[in-house]
Each structure stands twice: as C-alpha cells, then as structure tokens.
C-alpha cells in the first residue's frame, strides 16, 4: 500500500514537468521564426538602401550620365579607350616610335570630339553611331599589343624609368650640395676688393695709424667690468660691421658697449681701417689678430696641430679621400680656420673680464642686449638660446652615437645649442676649466670620428623673426652671398650704408 501511495503521488508532478517543457519549446520555436522574419527584412533592406546610397553619389558627378550606367554603356567603353590609350601614348614615346605614338594621339583627339559632340546634343550614343569610333581606336589598341606593349612590359618599362628618375635626382641632388657649397666657399668680388681697398688705405694713411695710437681711453674701456661686452671672431668686414651696427641702434646706452673683434692677419689692416672710419654711435671697438697670441700654439692648442696635418688638409680640400662617404657640407675648409675654434679660448683672449656676450658674424641685433649681462647664470659656463624645440638640435644629430666613446659620455636627447649668441660667465668657465674639457675631445676626435658640424634653416615663422632678439642666419645662404635667401635679405641689408663712398667703389648694392 505504501508503495502505490508513491506511485499515485508522482505521476502528476512528472505530467506538469511533462507539459512545461512541451511550453518552453513551443516559445523557442515561436521566437526563432520571429527573429528569422526580423533579420531576413533588414538583409534584404540593406542592400536595397546601399545601392540607393550608391546611385544618389554616382548621379552627384557632372560627367556620369544613365547610359554610362548602363552594361552596354558606349560612352564608357568609349572612355576606357581613350585612357589605355593615353597609357601606350607614353609607352611609345618612351620606344622611339614616334609615328605610332602621333598616331594614338590622333584618335585619342577623335574620340574625344565625339564624345565632347554627343554631350552637346545630350543624345545618348549608340552603337551604330559610334561603331567607327571604338573600331579605329581598337585596332590600334590591338597594334599595340602587338608591338609588346601589354601589361607586364608596360609594368617593367615603368618600373625602369622610376628607377632612371630616382637616379637622375639623386644625381642633381649630389650637384646641387656641391655647387651649392662652392657658392658658400666663395668670396664676393666686392668683399675681397673692400680689404684690398682698405689694406691700401691704411698703409698709406699716416693720420689714421695716429688717430688709432692716440685713443687711450679705449685701453680703458676694453677692460672696464661694468661695461657691456662683446666678441666677435671673423675675417668677414662687412659681416663684422652688421653685428656692431645692428647692436648699436638698437642700444639704449651705446656709449657702454665695447666690441673685441679677432680678425686674422690678413685682414687685420683693413679691419681697424673699417672701424676706425666710421662711427657707430659711440661704441668702442678693439681689433685685434690672432697671431698675436703668444700662447696660442701647437703645443697648447691640439687643433693647430690637426690643422696642420696633411691628411687633414686633403680631407678638407680633396674631395676624393673617402669616395664621397662623407657629405660636403661637412668638409668646408672654414673648419681649418682658427677663428673657427677661438670661441673656446675666450678667457685665455680677455683675462681681465668676468662676462662677455660672444655673437657669429652672421647674426643680426634687432632689440637692446644690456639685460643680457644681469643674468644670473646660476654657476653655469653658458647662458645660450633654447633649440631643444627642433629634433636636429639635439645630441644624436650631432654626435656619432655608434662610438663607445660618446655613448658613455652622452644623452643622445641632449640639447645643443647654437653658437649665434652666447653669454659666458669666464670665471665658471676658468674654474670648470672647459678648454681642457675642450682639448681633451679634439684630440679624441683627431680622426673625425667622434661628431660633424653643419646645419641651417629654409623657413622661419615671420612672427618670430619680428619677435627675435637676435636673427641667426645658419647654415651656408649667408645674406651676404648671391645664394642668400632673397627674403630674409633686407633684415641684414638694411645696417648697411650702400651710400659710402668706399662701397660704392668696390660695387656693393
């Protein structure tokens, strides 16, 4: 009895489970066909909409019309023949046959009229109408084909030019740095006759060698702490004389500047001549050459020794001892001058002086510089310019990071900086001893392994030049030169004088 309880007990909970589940599949089955209704609307809508779509930007082209869009279009069979066609123009050009290619050219010109006639008459072309037409054209297209002109020798003869093309600028590019570089090498005619002018000037004028003898408050000046100082290195007279002058106009005390001009000795003479002609508002100018220099020599310099050096010599002025490895720009020989490498003797050259601002012969002053010497270096050597904002003044530009030597001792995101206008404290400099530090990688770099100089500028925000202190015009377009960028030009010319009567005699405008 027990055990039919059991049994009368179970059979209905298994017929509800039963039926439940019976439920739950019709559902699923319900929702299945609902959602394959659903889904098979929007892919049979999609294509329908897209095509839409496609149609509407195809019809926005004023040169699409409804019998191109057709699958017998002949307008754009027509078309496809003219473009194939234009293609084995340029092939036959390239073979020499010039006939064929005249020939192509004709009925390229054919087709167009026709084309150009049926849109005029906005009556779509047929077949018949245009059955002349795309036979002449196709049996030229055949011809073609037949003189090689297919695909593959079509792909390859490009492929050839390309290469020659390559080749070709690589080839101008090569001549362009070189007589681009001679160009920057060059001395002007009108510069070198002004040093013969004013070399002969100063021989044959007594009272000038006097006038400059009797200038004793100017031994005074040049070694007076509270005065603004300045140098300049170079053997550039008209260079020299646009930094003096530019900083001049634009000093609020002008009577406190003291130039030190380095010249050589070659054009020592002409420069004191310059300088002692002509006033620039006060401002005291010493000239002096660096052959005087008793301590500069071989012994103490390591690059008066390099510079001596024969290989060194044909390095710079042979341009067949390392079959062009190296790029010209580094091989100017204005790297064998010393005034290249007195800007790392300067306290050697004024020990009297605590601070002096150093400025390149090709920079241009366009705002008063006196605050520039109540900066407070912080006991750094060197106060210089921020370039950091341009990747190719950084260290890895500079120097050869392949070396051991410079990777133990350098950070290849490093900032340089450029030597236009610097600001030294000589007494950091003479307790750092930097020329040491100088000696020691000049005489590490005897083989030209360790960096290369020379770099330069194209274009400049004219913002920034209004805005600019100084203007620095690096790289090889000096404003000076025929090179010269034309429209930077004017920011140089203008500290010029071209009415003196020395300039007009040696021809400068």
Same mark, same amino acid.
Request: glycine share 4%.
């Given at each position: ?13 298994? /017929? ?25 609307? *929007? ?26 869009? !057709? ?31 005249? @020939? ?6 054919? #087709? ?9 008459? *906005? ?65 002007? %005619?009108?510069?070198?006759?002004? +040093? ?13 060698? %006097?006038?400059?003898?009797? %200038? ?12 603004? *100082?300045?140098?300049?290195? #170079? ?5 020299? !004389? ?56 071989? !012994? ?43 800007? =790392?003797?300067?306290? @050697?050259? =004024? ?55 410079? /990777? ?10 450029? =030597?236009?206008?610097?600001? =030294? ?10 020329? +040491? ?25 004219? /913002?920034?030049? @209004? ?7 690096? +790289? ?9 960028? @034309? ?7 203008? *500290? ?14």
């Amino acid at each position: 009895m027990r055990q039919r309880a059991m049994d009368f007990l179970r059979r209905p909970v298994r /017929r509800r489970v039963h039926d439940a589940l019976w439920w739950a599949l019709c559902c699923a089955l319900v929702l299945v066909f609902i959602y394959i209704l659903i889904t098979g609307t *929007h892919i049979e809508s999609r294509p329908a909409l897209s095509k839409n779509l496609q149609d509407d930007r195809i019809m926005e082209d004023p040169n699409t019309t409804e019998e191109m869009l !057709s699958s017998d279009s002949v307008t754009r069979h027509l078309n496809d023949q003219i473009s194939l066609a234009k293609a084995f123009v340029e092939i036959a050009k390239e073979s020499k046959n010039i006939q064929f290619a005249g @020939e192509l050219s004709a009925q390229i010109r054919n #087709s167009q009229i026709f084309l150009s006639n049926a849109a005029i008459s *906005h009556s779509p072309l047929t077949t018949r109408d245009s059955e002349r037409a795309i036979y002449d054209m196709a049996l030229l297209l055949f011809q073609a084909q037949k003189l090689h002109y297919d695909s593959a020798t079509m792909i390859m003869r490009f492929k050839a030019k390309l290469q020659a093309l390559e080749e070709e600028v690589n080839s101008v590019r090569e001549k362009n740095l070189k007589y681009g570089q001679i160009a920057a090498e060059e001395v002007p %005619k009108s510069l070198y006759y002004l +040093g013969v002018r004013l070399t002969t000037e100063w021989f044959k004028n007594l009272d000038l060698q %006097k006038k400059l003898k009797d %200038k004793r408050h100017v031994e005074m000046k040049i070694k007076d702490e509270n005065l603004y *100082h300045f140098c300049v290195f #170079s053997d550039n007279i008209i260079a020299t !004389s646009v930094v003096v002058n530019s900083t001049a106009k634009n000093s609020k005390n002008p009577y406190m500047i003291v130039f030190h001009l380095v010249t050589d000795g070659i054009n020592y003479a002409a420069m004191k001549t310059w300088f002692a002609m002509n006033d620039f508002r006060g401002v005291t100018v010493q000239v002096q050459k660096y052959e005087d220099f008793t301590w500069l020599n071989a !012994s103490y310099v390591p690059v008066l020794k390099q510079l001596q050096d024969s290989e060194m010599q044909r390095y710079y002025f042979s341009g067949n001892t390392d079959d062009g490895r190296t790029p010209i720009k580094f091989r100017n020989p204005k790297y064998l001058s010393m005034l290249n490498h007195l800007r =790392f003797y300067i306290p @050697e050259i =004024f020990p009297e002086l605590k601070k002096i601002v150093f400025l390149d012969d090709d920079v241009v002053v366009q705002k008063d510089l006196s605050d520039l010497f109540s900066i407070d270096l912080n006991g750094n050597v060197n106060g210089a310019v921020e370039t950091c904002k341009e990747t190719f003044h950084r260290y890895h530009t500079y120097l050869n990071y392949s070396h051991p030597l410079i /990777r133990a001792h350098f950070d290849l995101d490093a900032c340089g900086w450029a =030597f236009g206008m610097n600001v =030294f404290d000589l007494v950091e400099w003479r307790k750092n001893n930097v020329t +040491g530090i100088y000696h020691y990688w000049q005489a590490k770099n005897a083989d030209r392994t360790l960096w290369k100089l020379g770099f330069g500028y194209t274009k400049v925000d004219p /913002r920034l030049i @209004e805005k600019g202190v100084v203007l620095h015009f690096n +790289g090889n377009s000096k404003p000076w030169l025929k090179i010269g960028i @034309e429209k930077y030009k004017p920011l140089w010319e203008k *500290h010029i004088d071209y009415s003196h009567p020395l300039l007009q005699e040696c021809n400068f405008h």
